[in-house]
């Protein structure tokens, strides 16, 4: 399989060290106070429908101001970092405040259980952020699917582009990529980052 190939290159080269300070990283900051934690949960209601660039530069900037803002000045900063959708997401982060204590109990719990867990109580949330949020806490076995991922796997003969991404469509996607994983002896959270590099050149959380 071309994919299996492409991926296998990219381990021998200089990205997989890249890669390997990512799952790092990410194993770092599921070990730091709920605070920090909740910032990468905030960061992943921002990115719905917008790029990870972007957010990321918008989570650096409020950074502990997801926690302690009221909500009017954090939809005028969001509004001022160029955020998409500023009001509804800042709702939504606030609305998540209320869970803080679940969501530190949550975190620690089986991969699946944890996602259903924040699909149905944290707003903004569905399977794709939810696996975006767990895997940047050191999560490793959740897809985060997407257009980009989509695309890949269509170009390579792998599935049909669905026409709604429905939970029963996402977990389907889920155990392909879970296959290509297998074969590439990768762990989900490793595989997606060189699938993503394979689609923009970069090695993004």
């Not at 998409?84 to 209320?98: N, W």
């Not at 991404?165 to 994983?181: G, H, M, P, V």
Request: overall charge positive; aromatic content about 8%; some cysteine.
């Amino acid at each position: 399989m071309k994919l299996l190939e492409l991926i296998e290159g990219l381990k021998k080269s200089n990205i997989r060290e890249s890669v390997n300070l990512r799952i790092s990283q990410f194993k770092k900051t599921g070990n730091q106070p709920i605070n920090k934690i909740f910032s990468e949960l905030c960061f992943c209601i921002l990115t719905a429908n917008s790029s990870a660039e972007r957010c990321i530069s918008v989570q650096n900037k409020i950074t502990t101001g997801f926690l302690e803002l009221n909500e009017e000045k954090l939809i005028s900063t969001l509004k001022e970092n160029s955020c998409r959708f500023h009001t509804k997401r800042a709702s939504y982060i606030i609305e998540a405040r209320k869970h803080l204590k679940e969501l530190s109990n949550t975190i620690n719990q089986d991969s699946q259980n944890a996602r259903e867990w924040l699909v149905k109580n944290i707003k903004g949330i569905g399977y794709k952020e939810s696996s975006h949020f767990l895997r940047n806490i050191g999560h490793q076995n959740l897809a985060i699917i997407d257009f980009h991922i989509i695309d890949l796997l269509v170009k390579h003969n792998l599935t049909e582009k669905p026409k709604t991404l429905t939970k029963k469509e996402y977990f389907k996607l889920e155990d392909t990529l879970r296959n290509i994983a297998t074969n590439t002896q990768l762990t989900l959270a490793e595989l997606d980052l060189y699938l993503w590099y394979m689609e923009t050149g970069k090695v993004l959380k």
